[in-house]
């Protein structure tokens, strides 16, 4: 069965950095696009940045775009999340989120897309 599983939320200080890890298991990654969403508290899950299979298409959210950076390794079958300068609206559940679908990556960072999801990673943002 095929599953993913995330690492690496914490606190961090406003201008700070997190890596976020997602390793997936069952079976290879390399037809999966990846995803990572985010959900703050009272607020909908939005997509955060994705990745295509294999030529790494990538979408980010306006609000992170020039922050973060999404990559993969599809022979450690993993997808990760590096956010630099963080800020305190960043704050929120942090999930990781695989799919088999092909298409254009801009238009399937949507959480209705995916149907492989992580338990979630805490990240808070503050001072």
């Known amino acids: 069965q095929f599953k993913v599983v995330e690492s690496g939320g914490g606190l961090v200080q406003p201008g700070g950095s997190l890596r976020l890890s997602c390793v997936a298991s069952?079976?290879?990654?390399?037809?999966?696009?990846f995803g990572w969403f985010r959900q703050a508290p009272g607020k909908e899950r939005e997509g955060v940045s994705c990745?295509?299979?294999?030529?790494?298409?990538?979408y980010y959210s306006d609000s992170v775009k020039g922050r973060f950076i999404i990559s993969r390794d599809n022979v450690k079958n993993t997808a990760t999340l590096q956010m630099n300068n963080l800020k305190p609206e960043d704050t929120g559940v942090y999930y990781c989120?695989?799919?088999?679908?092909?298409?254009?990556?801009?238009?399937?960072?949507?959480?209705?897309?995916?149907?492989?999801w992580g338990q979630g990673a805490q990240v808070t943002v503050s001072s």
């Open positions: 990745i295509s299979q294999k030529d790494g298409d990538t």
């Open positions: 989120a695989a799919d088999a679908s092909t298409g254009v990556i801009q238009d399937m960072c949507i959480a209705e897309q995916y149907m492989f």
């Open positions: 069952g079976w290879s990654v390399e037809h999966f696009i």
